[in-house]
């Protein structure tokens, strides 16, 4: 089931389009791909793009919180499929050696720093990702901490937030970009 821009509950079968352009590709156990304005996104239990805008100015992405209140939504940095934790105490999106890696980042060319974690203070490389993609939002030259170690997300944080205008409808959350 998808809820779509309309608001409204959709039942669809593989190849189904919601009436707003919400395809679903394929679905499994646990997940469910869609393609969102010709981007594909794997949707797993608990976490969904509820709905997405086109990629100008004003676009939105609507994120429903899971059960504990967070919001994960799928995306993409520099093409390659990410799991974001919207965390609004992360300055930069920040993520693993691993996941630069398959993004394409060359992160030890990057300036290397400190950053004051949960976990006590972590080596990380500041680097600018070409591109950081939430549904039909997407941001070019977006800052980001790489750690040394794996993480098991990415965390969405304020270098992307800050140039979204951010709001909650009862457990959703809306962004919608700035500028």
């Known amino acids: 089931m998808i809820v779509s821009g309309d608001d409204r509950l959709h039942t669809l079968r593989v190849g189904q389009t919601t009436p ?4 679903l590709v394929s679905v499994d156990a646990d997940s469910a791909v869609v393609d969102i ?4 996104q794997t949707l797993r239990l608990g976490e969904r793009v509820v709905s997405a805008e086109s990629a100008s100015a004003g676009a939105s992405v609507i994120i429903e919180g899971d059960g504990q209140g967070h919001f994960v939504v799928q995306g993409s940095v520099n093409g390659a499929a990410m799991r974001f934790l919207v965390d609004t105490g992360a300055t930069a999106v920040s993520m693993g050696a691993a996941d630069a890696r398959r993004a394409g980042i060359d992160y030890r060319q990057g300036r290397r720093a400190q950053s ?3 976990n006590g203070v972590a080596p990380i490389w500041i ?9 039909g939002i997407e941001l ?12 098991p997300i990415v965390l969405l944080g304020m ?18 970009r700035r500028y």
């Open 140 to 151: 070019s030259d977006v800052d980001a901490a790489i750690h040394e170690g794996d993480m």
């Open 127 to 135: 680097v600018k990702l070409n591109s950081v993609r939430i549904g």
């Open 37 to 40: 304005d010709g981007v594909r």
């Open 116 to 118: 004051q974690t949960a």
């Open 20 to 23: 707003d352009g919400i395809r």
């Open 159 to 176: 270098s992307f937030l800050n140039r979204m205008r951010m709001s909650r409808e009862g457990s959703r959350l809306i962004l919608e």
